[in-house]
């Protein structure tokens, strides 16, 4: 009963072992990695660890606040931003070995050649909330 | 109307179904339904014996989902000649022992616990758990199958039962269903149906910190740790009936984890003042619970007991024997290095700790810690 966070990087992980992008596969091959993700997250769904996931456009904005009555101040998107998400997946599992797990099949989403990608997923765990018994002080 | 009065019935009413012969999963959602029906009815038309007309509907809704017409009859029949059993503590404790049973996920345990004997709904289970109804709607139907082929009147482990229980305890108080009251509800419930000294300890356990509940938060809903607490806001009425459970429980000497646990959370409680805390008896008490459970976190907790009954370099050295990959030993560290007058490793140990930290409250706690540190004025 533990949550994580599955991210999915367009930039800053280290190279997938199947490292071909995507705009160069097969149309057949794409379709093939868009059902695996579906089906995935579907099989998740009748787990009952499945909670939620995205994708996200790879450019954004940057925002800050400008000081008072002024508008906020939006920037970039910065070409050297080293950590890009491309998107993400909550799962609600019971144990990190569970979760582990489970990134690792969506790691094996076929890619260039029907082959798994190998990419590397980053997984990190939610902070709980607090629970009610934390003796002693 | 009382919702709790109508969800109290739940496993009654369920027990009586299966009884019957229903299988467990379709008299389960039968009784769902019912439930639903009585929240619908019961405001405008209240019956005058809620179990019964909630046993009547609830059966009537398995029949009308089960097929077989023939078996409708016959079941039919039986339903004229029997007015229905009466209401059995067996089968409220037969329905925990399922819902705990050990080839069941902790998580799903937990949601099938809720749902079949707290009679609370799946959407509120989701709610309370944070994840989407779809999600807790196949967690339960998968838990579902999972015990369909247990036999109902077989013996079951109060072990698994209580485990589960404290699980739900200790998910704290997010979300609309306040899961601490249900599972509070839920362990006096067993409690009525299982003379088991663990049983009573768990109640008493959980009494005890609910009592302190009031205190453990800042309005900025930060967390309070024990010391600081202010103790004339404890439910001094939860702490007498929880210490009255404890006592008749330990009596029977049969000790068990949980009663050792409570033990430990009564000092605190029968303390005026944190400096009044009977640290001696509270390290005698770990002791106990080390025998009892080989956990790690208890002799991490045992340290810091130590170094209040002892001084604080005898709990980092009792901290010292411990693995410190350990959760929380690097802010057990940060705390007896405090103590012990090591303001500057206390402070880099507290924003350490903070790093680790599972969970929010904790860590902001800890980072508070370092930061009352790093800016103390000198001298």
């Known amino acids: 009963m533990a949550k994580y966070l599955l991210l999915k990087h367009y930039r800053g992980a280290p190279a997938a072992v199947n490292d071909v992008p995507m705009s160069q596969w097969t149309p057949e091959e794409i379709s093939a990695h868009v059902q695996y993700m579906n089906d995935f997250a579907a099989r998740l769904e009748t787990t009952g660890e499945f909670v939620d996931g995205q994708a996200l456009a790879p450019e954004g904005t940057f925002v800050r606040y400008d000081g008072e009555g002024r508008p906020p101040v939006t920037d970039g998107p910065f070409a050297e931003t080293k950590d890009l998400i491309a998107g993400w997946m909550v799962i609600d599992v019971d144990s990190y070995e569970r979760a582990v797990e489970l990134a690792g099949e969506l790691s094996a989403a076929p890619g260039a050649g029907g082959k798994p990608i190998h990419e590397w997923l980053e997984l990190r765990p939610f902070l709980t909330a607090s629970p009610t018994i934390t003796e002693c002080h | ?379």
Not at chain 2, 136 to 161: E, H, L, N, Y
Not at chain 2, 176 to 184: K, P, Q
Request: charged share 25%.
């Open chain 2, 1 to 379: 109307m009382n919702e709790l009065l109508l969800r109290s019935l739940t496993p009654t009413v369920l027990g009586i179904l299966v009884r019957r012969g229903a299988d467990f999963a379709a008299a389960e959602d039968a009784v769902q339904d019912a439930l639903v029906e009585a929240v619908r009815v019961w405001p405008a038309d209240p019956p005058r014996d809620p179990k019964g007309w909630l046993v009547t509907v609830a059966w009537r809704k398995f029949l009308d989902t089960t097929r077989a017409d023939a078996a409708r009859r016959r079941r039919e029949d039986r339903v004229d000649e029997e007015p229905g059993p009466a209401p059995s503590m067996d089968d409220t404790l037969q329905l925990y022992f399922l819902c705990a049973h050990p080839s069941l996920t902790p998580s799903s345990a937990v949601a099938l616990t809720l749902r079949a004997v707290g009679g609370l709904t799946t959407r509120q289970i989701a709610q309370a758990y944070l994840v989407p109804e779809a999600t807790m709607a196949q967690r339960i139907s998968r838990a579902k199958r999972s015990v369909s082929g247990v036999r109902f009147d077989q013996p079951g482990d109060v072990a698994t039962v209580l485990r589960v229980l404290y699980l739900v305890f200790n998910e704290g108080y997010s979300g609309d269903v306040d899961l601490a009251t249900e599972a509070i509800r839920l362990t006096r419930q067993l409690a009525a149906a299982i003379d088991h000294p663990e049983v009573a300890g768990l109640l008493a356990l959980m009494l005890l910190h609910h009592a302190r509940r009031a205190s453990r938060t800042a309005p900025d809903g930060g967390l309070v740790p024990l010391a600081e607490q202010d103790r004339s806001r404890w439910d001094t009425g939860l702490i007498a009936e929880a210490v009255e459970i404890l006592q008749a429980a330990l009596a029977r000497d049969r000790l068990g984890e949980f009663q050792a646990q409570a033990a430990i959370a009564a000092l605190h409680a029968d303390a005026p003042a944190a400096e009044e805390t009977d640290w001696v008896q509270i390290v005698e008490w770990y002791d106990e619970l080390a025998r009892l459970t080989d956990s790690p976190i208890v002799r991490l907790n045992r340290a810091v007991a130590v170094g209040e009954a002892d001084g604080a370099r005898a709990g980092l050295a009792a901290l010292a024997e411990l693995d410190d990959d350990l959760p929380r030993h690097t802010a057990v560290s940060a705390y007896l290095h405090e103590r012990d007058g090591d303001l500057a490793t206390a402070a880099r140990l507290y924003a350490e700790a903070a790093g680790r930290a599972t969970n929010l409250a904790e860590r902001d706690h800890l980072t508070r810690q370092a930061a009352r540190l790093n800016t103390r004025r000198p001298g």
